[in-house]
């Protein structure tokens, strides 16, 4: 090597670099996100140094003052304007703090705040060897049936760990709907997927349904995560950018200073529309849409069950977050492409959910097809295209995440010696064994159906009417069908219930500690405020209806 070409290099190597600026963080608008994150880390350190015995106190006291902090400033937040007026783009483009943001957070922090409650009953197993017992197992890691797993039953282990999980999966849910790129969407995703494949897999009794039910999750889930990292890329490699405002202006065409390598790939309309349609496919999975809702029966029978309503409660409320800024936010362009699908993914959500239900004979498998077809449901409103059709859907996603967690709390409570006594025909009589609990039952039953003066009604009518107002009056026809169709299997279980003779050998009825009633009280102190008056909270899901560009 000559002297001449050495020094060329120290030359070259020499040239000032440019400056890297340093990163700005709005650390007060993203603090929801950060106090849960935060309080799951201390969680982890709990768990590693804390004594045994004062692990589960801890861990309850954490989760619930960090839970509520984070409600606090999203309150907070919007009271400053950040919903409306100061609404915007911060963490360098990766996070949007606007209405729907606000708004979805503020709901997924309070259902996360029940299924802490429910996390945490000690009250309804019998006491096993002078130990309080919850509904997770004594050691997660110990082989069901074994020696290992006898020995931490009988020394009073209990599996805490299950509450720096699930505020790792409420950090998630947090950041996903308000997410303005889409690797920050990604890893969102993946930061509230984990959390929920490893709680489905730690319930006390039946704990192989458990761990199957786990496993299946995860490998769909898996498969709906590649979907979506392989549309990003798609997406990615058609406009050159990951955030959502480049991505948009690509795709109306009106973007400014485009490069000749981006004009090649905005000419090649594969790359968007096959992008598009496997990130859609992705969310939809997540909400348990048609026809990507084969994991949703199995897993909300076999997860523990204050796992399955904060699941089926929260990760819908997350999902449809993403789902609506995705598709007003990135594709609104290419509305005419998406809607004919979400039209035909909607019909057959909602029959399929409704009438597959029908033939259920478990309780927890019935309430996941009827959840199946409340995706349906939502889908039509977001087919809407209107700044009503997104109020309505954040105001339906309200009303139903607190109706589920309730009566996933109610279904706690029906047990026999097996645990909880799920199979529908344990439920006969149960109105004159424990008339208040069936009561209660029957409240969240008739919210699910649709019934006036329930919460479940408000949110139907005010996404229908979005959607008939959109254009799509015909899945407002199936959507009526689809509802009467459902209101005859949740009337079945209330007819069950109240007028049928109780069985000798029935179930008993658990009663709860302060924890699970509040639960269960506040699911129904929400199912009639929204339902007799709904106004003042549409108002609210209104004002919070415009995503930020």
Request: glycine share 10%; net charge neutral; charged share 10%.
């Amino acid at each position: 090597m000559s002297a001449t070409a050495v020094h060329s290099l120290w030359t070259m190597a020499a040239d000032p670099i440019e400056k890297i600026d340093a990163p700005k963080i709005e650390y007060g608008q993203l603090s929801p996100t950060l106090i849960v994150i935060g309080a799951a880390i201390i969680g982890v350190l709990i768990e590693a140094f804390v004594p045994r015995k004062a692990r589960y106190y801890a861990q309850v006291f954490l989760s619930v003052v960090s839970l509520a902090a984070a409600f606090a400033a999203v309150i907070a937040l919007a009271a400053r304007g950040y919903g409306t007026t100061k609404a915007g783009i911060v963490a360098m483009g990766a996070v949007a703090v606007d209405g729907p943001a606000l708004f979805l957070q503020g709901t997924i922090l309070l259902a996360g705040l029940l299924g802490v409650f429910t996390f945490a009953e000690r009250r309804l197993d019998p006491v096993a060897h002078g130990n309080q017992v919850d509904s997770f197992a004594a050691q997660a890691a110990s082989v069901p049936g074994s020696d290992s797993e006898k020995a931490a039953v009988k020394a009073g282990f209990t599996t805490t760990e299950v509450f720096p999980l699930l505020l790792f999966a409420i950090g998630g849910m947090l950041l996903f709907p308000s997410a303005n790129d889409l690797l920050t969407l990604f890893i969102a995703l993946e930061v509230f997927s984990l959390p929920l494949y490893l709680l489905c897999a730690v319930a006390r009794r039946k704990r192989i349904m458990s761990q199957e039910a786990a496993v299946k999750y995860f490998l769909l889930g898996a498969f709906a995560s590649a979907f979506t990292l392989f549309g990003i890329a798609l997406l990615y490699g058609y406009a050159g950018s990951v955030s959502y405002a480049t991505i948009a202006q690509v795709v109306d065409g009106s973007i400014e200073n485009v490069t000749p390598a981006l004009a090649e790939t905005m000419g090649n309309d594969a790359l968007l529309l096959i992008g598009a349609a496997m990130l859609v496919m992705g969310l939809l999975f997540k909400v348990g849409a048609v026809p990507f809702h084969m994991w949703t029966p199995d897993v909300y029978q076999g997860a523990p069950t204050p796992v399955t309503g904060f699941m089926a409660a929260a990760t819908k409320v997350a999902a449809f977050g993403a789902l609506l800024r995705l598709l007003y936010v990135v594709l609104p362009g290419l509305s005419w492409d998406w809607r004919p699908v979400m039209w035909a993914v909607a019909i057959v959500t909602m029959l399929g959910g409704a009438i597959v239900a029908i033939t259920q004979t478990d309780i927890k498998r019935l309430l996941a097809y009827s959840s199946i077809a409340h995706a349906g449901f939502i889908l039509a409103g977001v087919i809407a295209t209107s700044a009503d059709g997104v109020s309505s859907v954040l105001f339906y996603l309200a009303a139903y995440s607190f109706v589920t967690i309730g009566a996933f709390a109610v279904v706690t409570l029906v047990r026999d010696a097996g645990g909880e006594a799920t199979h529908l025909s344990k439920w006969a009589g149960l109105g004159r064994r424990s008339p208040l609990v069936a009561a209660v039952f029957a409240v969240f039953l008739l919210a699910f159906a649709g019934i006036p003066l329930t919460s479940g009604f408000a949110g139907k009518f005010a996404v229908f009417k979005a959607a008939a107002e959109g254009g799509a009056g015909a899945i407002v026809v199936v959507g009526v069908i689809s509802s009467a169709i459902a209101a005859f299997f949740y009337i079945r279980v209330i007819v069950l219930m109240f007028f049928s003779e109780p069985k000798p050998e029935g179930p008993t009825v658990a009663v709860p500690s302060p924890l699970t009633m509040t639960a269960i009280a506040f699911g129904v102190v929400v199912t009639l405020v929204l339902g007799v008056a709904p106004q003042y909270f549409l108002d609210l899901a209104g004002q919070a209806g415009v995503f930020v560009r």
